[in-house]
Nanobody
């Protein structure tokens, strides 16, 4: 069984910064892509940023230049550095691991439980 454990959410003032972390644990051979999604109240879940095992990244237009995604493949951990936060960044942020491969060659997708980020003065 593979689990994702997120940390780093909280309350921050506009213009501030937060760093989210997400660690995958369990029987893992490799993880092709890891990413962060968010869901604000009354809105659909949306992709914030993603990163492949090779380091290729993609970002939502709304966060380009402010957020940076990175990963440590040896630790199966992905990070999201969020700078210049705005009230509209307020949401529950979910970690995602796509094409998680186990030593017995099973492949599946895993979601974290979510961490709340609130940007408010």
């Amino acid at each position: 069984q593979v689990q994702l454990v997120e940390s780093g959410g909280g309350l921050v003032q506009p213009g501030g910064s937060l760093r989210l972390s997400c660690a995958a644990s369990g029987s893992i051979f490799s993880i092709y892509a890891m990413g962060w999604y968010r869901q604000a109240p009354g809105k659909q879940r949306e992709l914030v940023a993603g990163i492949t095992i090779g380091g290729s990244t993609n970002y939502a237009d709304s966060v380009k230049g402010r957020f940076t995604i990175s990963r440590d493949n040896a630790k199966n951990t992905v990070y999201l550095q969020m700078n210049s936060l705005k009230p509209e960044d307020t949401a529950v942020y979910y970690c995602n691991a796509d094409r998680v491969v186990t030593p017995n060659h099973r492949s599946f997708e895993v979601w974290g439980q979510g961490t709340l980020v609130t940007v408010s003065s």
